[in-house]
């Protein structure tokens, strides 16, 4: 049996996404982002952006955009999402409308900014749900949700309870500004983001009910765009300390050292190889590897790993792709 049969009985799979969220506005950007993917594969997501990419009063002619983007022949592995307007701006309804009618059956998820609680996000969620069946789409388009104010925060874990939420990401620079200067602006980067105890418990809160819940939590934007490294040292920290699992970039420069610091390392990747097909041998029973007891709570760790480096690209052993990834 497959490792997602035979270790979740009982329990939800908990949801696998890219590790990297690549965010383009401008028609410029985005097709050179979707020309990227088409080069490196779907490594990465890429959200085409109508709350900020959208020059205001062309929000309609922007999403009609999008959808024909989406909906396009550049768009080959079917892994690009949007970000619509906030639920208090006027044009999120006609966001949802134009490219769920537009482009809904390819749409990878409609991501919602600045949510102030649950029943918003279920409100979002429904019209997204009313305009799939009135363009005859059965699928559930899934939910991503920017967790940037305290409301949102208070709620996190009811919001990550949603069954169509499968993302929440943190909103860093709006979450800083929304507490009005008691916290510094330092906290808008590295390394204060990681070390404020009110923005790292603000990581922490989201990361705690994403897992609670089988979501993925996705690390905020690095600003520093003139160094592409940073950019992979904020998601190697935000997974190695917080238990991030995805990471935005806003510069294609960001997208390659946001994918490494993700995946796993050579050595990780030989081991858990080794204890799954061992164990797929022995039908999931506990196993002994390397003077080590094994049994299906360290199997859902490596399965996890192994479905890390497949979604990073990493190589795997043949006979591991084959049997697992075929």
Sequence with gaps: MHPSEVLFQGEAVPVQLPVCDHYAGS????????????????????????????????????????????????????????????????????????LVAGAGARLAYVTVPKVTDVVEVARVTDRVNQAARAA?????????????THAALEQVFRIASLVQVECLSFGLMDFVSAHHGAIPGEAM????QFEHPLVRRAMLEISAACHRHGK???HNVSTDIQ???????????????LGF???WSIHPAQIAPIVRAFQPGDEEIGLASA?????????????????????RASYRYYWALLQRAHATGATLPANVTELFFG
């Design 227 to 241: 160094n592409p490294e940073r950019a992979g040292d904020d998601a190697r920290r935000a997974r190695a300390e």
């Design 245 to 247: 699992l995805r990471k």
């Design 136 to 148: 005859g789409i059965a699928r559930h388009i899934p939910i991503h949700v920017l967790i940037e």
């Design 275 to 295: 204890i799954l097909l061992a164990a797929h041998e022995n039908n999931w029973a506990p196993i002994r590897h390397q003077g080590e007891l094994h049994d």
């Design 27 to 98: 028609e410029k950007l985005m097709r050179k982002s979707l020309a990227l993917q088409q080069e490196l594969g779907p490594v990465f997501d890429l959200t085409l952006d109508c709350e900020d990419g959208a020059a205001v009063g062309n929000e309609r002619e922007h999403a009609q955009l999008c959808a024909q983007l989406i909906n396009g022949p550049l768009n080959l592995y079917n892994r690009v999402g949007v970000r619509i307007h906030d639920p208090a701006h006027p044009s999120w309804g006609d966001d949802v409308d134009i």
């Design 189 to 192: 980067r590295s390394p204060q």
């Design 216 to 218: 993925v939590p996705s």
